[in-house]
């Protein structure tokens, strides 16, 4: 049974940072694209950021709208993938989540319906 445990969500002004983790299991993990995404109240979810290994490299990619303030990161061996937050802004308040694809299809998975496995979530509350 696959299981995605996000935590490290809370409260923070704007400007702060915040770290989110997920912890992954029951799949293998290394061989999974693993994102985060985001819904917003009152809006659809959308794609923050997704991590892929291959050939012992980790590869990233975001949105334009936290590229340069949050970074995605991996650990093969622990099963976790986590999303640094900084700089944060009022709009990045938004319930996070964390999510699993399998292997093939697109290069950088960004569209939810690539995603196999999610978390429950996490919420992120920046205050102005």
């Known amino acids: 049974q696959v299981q995605l445990v996000e935590s490290g969500g809370g409260l923070v ?3 702060g940072s915040l770290r989110l ?3 992954a299991s029951g799949l293998p993990f290394s061989s999974y694209a693993m994102g985060w995404f985001r819904q917003a109240p009152g809006k659809e ?3 923050v950021s997704t991590s892929r290994w291959s050939g012992g490299s980790t590869y990233s990619h975001y949105a334009d709208s936290v590229k340069g303030r949050f970074t995605i990161s991996r650990d093969n061996v622990k099963n976790t993938v986590d999303l640094q937050m900084n700089s944060l802004k009022f709009e990045d308040t938004a319930v996070y989540y964390c999510a699993a694809a399998k292997p093939g299809g697109s290069y950088y998975k960004t569209r939810d319906v690539e995603y196999n496995y999610w978390g429950q979530g996490t919420q992120v509350t920046v205050s102005s």
């Open 21 to 23: 983790s997920c912890a």
């Open 13 to 15: 002004q704007a400007g």
């Open 45 to 47: 979810r959308e794609f």
